[in-house]
């Protein structure tokens, strides 16, 4: 996956991010289905986003982009903010 493809994936899980938000706001997340699927999709954004950081770090430092490769959820999940 090229940095292209990592930032339109992050665009369509932020749109359906931002649809189960707004729809919350309104009635309320009723499902489990449906909060679990917003946990999905913010684990999903994280690890898109640490794939992209990689991805550029690597360029960065002249070393090939395409070795970057997707992290777990633990240890994504795990990292401070």
Not at 17 to 22: A, G, N, T, V
Not at 64 to 69: K, S, V
């Amino acid at each position: 996956m090229d940095d292209k493809e990592i930032l339109g994936r992050i665009h369509d899980l932020v749109g359906e991010e931002q649809r189960l938000r707004d729809r919350h706001q309104r009635t309320g997340l009723t499902e489990d289905e449906e909060r679990d699927r917003l946990e999905r999709l913010e684990v999903a954004l994280d690890q898109c986003w640490d794939l992209l950081r990689q991805r550029r770090a690597r360029q960065e430092f002249g070393e090939n982009p395409d070795d970057a490769e997707v992290r777990s959820v633990a240890e994504v999940e795990g990292y401070r903010q």
